[in-house]
């Protein structure tokens, strides 16, 4: 197998450990709830949006390494950009982690988001690297219910 | 009288290595290491003679059962009553006709929350389960006070992972209908005295539901001495293959449950007018059974008899202490469930690393353990974490295998650090 330290790499333990944007966001316009009943992973999702782009993007909860760091560098990913921005993003990220680990794959797009590209090795963490993201989507749509991964 | 030289308790202790290679799948490598499978608790793997069991029926005697008149059918259903004549011996029932055969621990289960319980249970009647039931011995049984109106009652556990008797005593009144309980906690690995509290039920009049998924790999069962009134548990647990269980109920019982499920089987006579059931347990097996899974699991009986489960539990019970005792070495590692009797496994946590960043890195190093809450929610909001690891024996797992399970957790705190 490829060495545990393509998926345990020093930026995703540094977030795991040391989490950004961690919180409630006070005046969030868009916010969602994430599970995932396999692991019991619970994640809040909170983003502020004013004309068209993610002003503040915020997350609380407890998880694995991997949905923690994962929620922590989305929303430094997330800062800033256009809603339109963040669904291109997802979709980029997404592809990324579902494509197959015996297929090539092109991270170019997605900056500091590839050190998560390790879990392609890890089918069944892939939905821990992905929740927050589901969970993000649930939050611009306005989605009521909470996210499951399963 | 014949001379011994031994003494007069002395028994085989078990071979392992020998055993070991009765486990093809052992021989297999995992990302490079050659495997440790510290995950029976969740399904054991198979020694060869039950896997040989299932290829030598459907090579020389698949046939539906219980139909037909030629010679395949005869020998397919003679097996098949075998092994429920094997099953009958295994947990000391009284009668073949107290054996059903069911999917496994969960469908039993249910057969007799849905088959017993809810035809006879009324609003504000009460069902008293442990704080220690696995979601199968819990879940049924809301939905059947759900139907009826009655209540749960649960029994709450200690720190250590012990139901509290008194608690349990005191929540039993005239109300109880059924008390409902693991013999064998399948999260911390906890020995519940089904005895004793099966006998305080009695006197309120309650009948006794057993969870014996994690009980029957790991102890002899005797359903008379336990003095239950149901006592469910799964093949797949206990060597035998997926899909086949069985449902011990006191033949009294069964004779006055209506069936659950109706279809071809089950029945003595059908007309459009009028259907006639069969007697138990055949009313209770509607459709063709698990055939090829009966035939592996009464293979499966044979061979855990012949290892001696008194053998069995004695050896499974010094790994449980060994690992225990070094795993309690490591600092940062939390044991979860240390009960007064335990059985089968240890779950502990690593820290603040969260059970599947340890599970993910124990399968780098080719050992399998469950990483996640185990199906007892409630056992994990307990003692307040999210999932633990669990490492559950096996007979063919040695000192060897805790030693490198301990290595492993040694290398996640490495990483973490």
């Known amino acids: 197998m490829s060495d545990l330290r393509d998926l345990y790499q020093e930026v995703i333990l540094d977030h795991t450990k040391r989490p950004r944007n961690f919180g409630m966001l006070e005046h969030a316009t868009h916010r969602a709830q994430g599970h995932n009943p396999l692991c019991g992973d619970q994640l809040a999702l909170f983003v502020e949006i004013a004309d068209g782009r993610l002003r503040d993007v915020r997350f609380a909860g407890k998880g694995c390494a991997i949905s923690t760091a994962s929620a922590s560098l989305l929303t430094e990913a997330l800062k800033g950009k256009t809603t339109e921005e963040a669904h291109s993003l997802f979709a980029a990220f997404h592809r990324v982690v579902t494509t197959p680990s015996d297929e090539p794959v092109d991270v170019s797009g997605i900056g500091k988001l590839a050190v998560l590209a390790g879990v392609r090795e890890f089918p069944m963490r892939v939905k821990c690297a992905s929740l927050a993201w589901h969970t993000l989507e649930a939050a611009l749509a306005g989605r009521a219910d909470p996210v499951t991964t399963e | 009288m014949k001379a011994t030289t031994e003494p007069a308790l002395a028994r085989p202790a078990l071979d392992v290595e020998a055993l070991r290679k009765q486990f093809p799948i052992l021989a297999r490598r995992v990302h490079d290491w050659p495997l440790v499978y510290l995950d029976s608790a969740a399904s054991s793997q198979k020694p060869a003679c039950v896997i040989e069991a299932i290829v030598d029926y459907y090579a020389r005697y698949h046939s539906n059962v219980h139909r037909g008149v030629h010679t395949l059918s005869e020998e397919a259903t003679s097996a098949y009553e075998r092994a429920r004549a094997k099953l009958r011996d295994f947990v000391r029932a009284a009668s073949e006709r107290e054996i059903v055969f069911v999917r496994g621990t969960t469908e039993a289960i249910n057969l007799v929350a849905q088959a017993w319980a809810r035809p006879r249970l009324l609003p504000g009647d009460e069902v008293l389960v442990t704080e220690l039931e696995h979601h199968s ?136 007018e009028k259907t006639t059931f069969a007697p138990a347990p055949e009313r209770f097996e509607a459709g063709t059974p698990n055939i090829e899974g009966a035939i592996g699991l009464g293979v499966a ?110 290398r996640v705190l490495e990483i973490f650090a």
């Open chain 2, 137 to 272: 011995n819990l879940v049924p049984w809301q939905m059947v006070c759900g139907q009826t109106g009655a209540v749960l009652v649960v029994a709450p556990i200690d720190a250590r992972g012990d139901v509290i008797p008194d608690e349990f005593a005191r929540r039993l009144s005239k109300r109880t209908r059924v008390v409902a309980l693991a013999h064998v906690s399948n999260a911390l690995g906890t020995v519940n005295p089904v005895a004793q509290f099966t006998r305080l039920a009695k006197q309120v009049g309650a009948i006794v539901v057993v969870d014996g998924a994690q009980a029957v790999p790991h102890l002899p069962v005797d359903v008379g001495a336990l003095g239950c009134d149901f006592y469910a548990f799964s093949g797949h647990k206990m060597y035998a293959p997926t899909g086949i269980g069985a449902l011990f109920g006191r033949l009294e019982l069964l004779d006055a449950m209506e069936p659950w499920q109706g279809g071809g089987s089950m029945i003595r006579s059908v007309t459009f």
């Open chain 2, 301 to 410: 009986i044979d061979w855990l008899q012949k290892l001696d489960l008194t053998a069995v539990h004695a050896h499974e019970a010094d790994l449980v202490e060994y690992a225990t005792s070094r795993l309690a070495e490591i600092p940062g590692v939390r044991l979860i469930g240390t009960a007064r009797e335990r059985a089968g496994l240890v779950s502990f946590v690593v820290g603040d690393v969260h059970a599947h960043d340890v599970g993910t890195i124990l399968d780098g190093e080719g050992i399998a353990v469950r990483a996640g809450h185990h199906c007892a929610q409630p056992v994990m909001a307990h003692f307040d974490v999210p999932a633990t690891v669990r490492a559950s024996f096996a007979v063919h797992n040695d000192r060897d295998d805790v030693d490198r399970l301990v290595a492993g957790v040694r």
